[in-house]
């Protein structure tokens, strides 16, 4: 048996046939791994560090709780241990933890452009330029009456 097709089996049978379908649907990938935090929207972050299992780079990953998602979802904290950028998840991150996160940075937010909740702004001034709106006429004139 080959080394992915191996991977492959190992993992369907560590997550489970249920799993296995949901890991399918969402990511293309029967991906087994360690829970490491879910974020306030109900997506689950997991990572599996076993360099025989999976390839460098795709050690970490995401299971989104909507079935419309998109990357807007994720929150910078959880996008920087994605990315590789912190080591360490925001749920066990010491500096995560103790910072505040100041009164004048909103909550968080996807990017809805493109969705009906995307922010569209209006006009308050007067068009320079108005459609043409034709003015329908009597046909003929009076002579054509008479």
Known sequence: MSNSLWRYVKN???????????????????KHGKLMGEDQFGNKYYENLNPEQETPGRQRWIDFTQHDFN????????????????????????????ASRP???????????????????????????????PKVGQRGGPSASA
Do not use: C
């Open 71 to 98: 990357a807007s979802q994720v929150p910078p904290e959880w996008h920087a241990w994605l990315n590789h950028i912190r080591k360490d998840p925001p749920s066990s991150d010491f500096h995560l933890i103790q």
């Open 103 to 133: 009164k004048w940075i909103g909550p968080w937010r996807e990017n809805l452009t493109g969705t009906r909740g995307a922010f569209k702004t209006y006009s308050t001034t007067k068009p320079k330029f108005f459609p043409w709106e």
């Open 12 to 30: 369907v049978q560590a997550m489970g046939f249920k799993q296995y379908i949901r890991a399918m649907w969402y990511i293309g990938d029967a």
